[in-house]
């Protein structure tokens, strides 16, 4: 895609984060405001807010030749008077360049008192952005797809826009769902009318969950922390006390846990999901596990007459909240399909893998090279540092050569920055190193690679990085 050249005064769309495209003015920035170190980008006055925000140059488009394309995707009041007082001011210009600090804008209105807000991609109070409709949800970046382009409600579930997805039959024999528009922009998910439930609201569970809700399903919840319940609970979820009475309530069940003993517990111990199986129940287990796990669990399940599907999921926090993850399944192939418009919702694609046992070995071998991956850029910028060469010009010859690519742009500015916000634990994926280096000990086949970046996990883990993001395996090198 051509590079689109910006300038002072050009009016844009503007994507900041996960949220929604926004009307807004390229400006100059305040004297005393600093351009975020290492990005590319430009310093933006939304319309119809108060806000300012520096979005990189990939997230903004020109507002003339995109108009059609957002108007039709974005609803909402807030946004329809956004859209209007651009219009207001296109007017008002005649066709003339206005200024390049704005000012253009407020000529014969009372200038604000109000000190500049300036927006940050994680920032939680975006409420100019939302409609004001809507229910006021706090303290959870789970929710936050509860913004514009969400903020109308559609008078049936049959109407709620998402992915249009199409089904592609492989030679290997596995099958792949994927979106037809991977923007997630275009067509519509029709609900199944089966009864959902879903165990686990940690980073990976919420955002799921807040993408099966938002596209119309009927979804019962249970965590081991209740608390985590209650946001859900306030967007229409049902609450479910124990995992057996989720089981016992509905029709197609998913769980998505830590690791295999958290796994196993949930459906073995007091309480469990076994004592609510009942024959025709469906389990789905979402969590990353090894195949032995699922061995069981499986067994566990089809011997009460349940019908089980293994489906983890690959991607990050932020996928799961964007509805981008990946989902490999293997066991039940009837299941997999009752779980269409789930697996639509949640993810961008989708692939049946087989027997059970086939996606968990799968999952496994993509976190071990992600793992191992990650570890090898931490080992890159921390030798540039000691060889006195520029960790940033790194970064920016990796993101023009052929590794290109979100993940390693996101994951070094992670480090750059300081900033080590958990997106996948850096425990999970040491965890995952472990079962894959297991798995090949089975097997008899070496992985020394893994092997090595999981003693720097490890390394990770003894400086008290577990529950940071796994980009701070970089902390393992410094220390």
């Not at 005393?32 to 310093?43: I, S, V």
């Not at 993810?347 to 049946?352: A, C, D, L, Q, V």
């Amino acid at each position: 895609m051509a590079t689109v050249h910006l300038r002072i005064g050009d009016l844009v769309w503007g994507k900041l984060g996960r949220y929604p495209p926004w009307p807004g003015k390229v400006v100059s920035p305040p004297k005393d405001l600093k351009k975020p170190r290492g990005k590319k980008c430009h310093f933006v006055k939304f319309f119809g807010t108060e806000d300012h925000a520096w979005i990189k140059i990939e997230q903004l488009k020109p507002y003339h030749p995109h108009k059609e394309e957002m108007i039709k995707i974005n609803k909402g009041k807030r946004f329809q008077q956004a859209v209007d007082a651009v219009e207001d001011f296109l007017k008002k210009a005649k066709g003339k360049e206005q200024g390049s600090d704005g000012k253009g804008e407020t000529k014969g209105k009372k200038t604000s008192n109000k000190p500049l807000k300036i927006l940050e991609e994680d920032d939680e109070d975006l409420s100019a952005l939302r409609d004001p409709s809507e229910k006021p949800v706090k303290n959870d970046p789970h929710f936050h797809h509860f913004l514009l382009s969400q903020s109308e409600k559609p008078a049936s579930s049959m109407e709620v826009t998402s992915k249009r997805l199409k089904i592609i039959e492989e030679d290997t024999s596995s099958t792949s769902i994927q979106a037809a528009d991977s923007t997630a922009i275009n067509g519509s998910i029709t609900p199944t009318d089966k009864r959902i439930g879903f165990l686990g609201l940690g980073l990976m569970g919420s955002g799921i969950v807040s993408n099966l809700l938002k596209m119309g399903h009927v979804v019962t919840v249970w965590n081991r922390t209740a608390e985590k319940c209650d946001l859900f609970i306030q967007e229409g979820a049902r609450l479910g006390r124990t995992p057996a009475e989720v089981v016992s309530m509905c029709d197609v069940t998913f769980s998505c846990v830590s690791d295999p003993k958290a796994a196993k517990d949930l459906v073995l111990g007091p309480s469990g999901v076994l004592q609510g199986i009942r024959p025709g129940k469906c389990y789905v287990e979402m969590s990353t596990v090894d195949p032995e796990t699922i061995a069981e669990l499986s067994q566990s399940i089809t011997t009460r007459g349940g019908r089980f599907l293994e489906a983890p999921v690959a991607g990050s926090q932020q996928l799961s909240n964007d509805g981008m993850l990946v989902i490999l399944a293997a066991g039940d192939r009837s299941v997999y399909e009752d779980c269409g418009s789930c697996f639509q919702a949640m993810g961008k694609s989708s692939f049946f893998l087989g027997e059970a046992g086939n996606a968990a070995k799968m999952m496994l071998i993509l976190n071990m090279v992600q793992g191992s991956f990650m570890a090898t850029i931490a080992e890159g910028l921390t030798l540039a540092q000691a060889t006195g060469q520029s960790q940033q010009t790194l970064l920016d010859i990796l993101c023009q050569g052929q590794m290109a690519s979100t993940f390693v742009d996101q994951k070094c500015q992670n480090i750059l920055q300081g900033n080590f916000k958990p997106d996948y634990y850096l425990k999970h994926i040491q965890k995952d190193l472990r079962l894959a280096i297991s798995m090949g000990d089975m097997a008899n086949h070496p992985t020394p690679m893994a092997a090595a970046a999981n003693e720097v996990y490890k390394r990770a883990k003894a400086l008290d990085q577990s529950d940071n993001d796994m980009s701070a395996v970089y902390r393992a090198y410094i220390h």
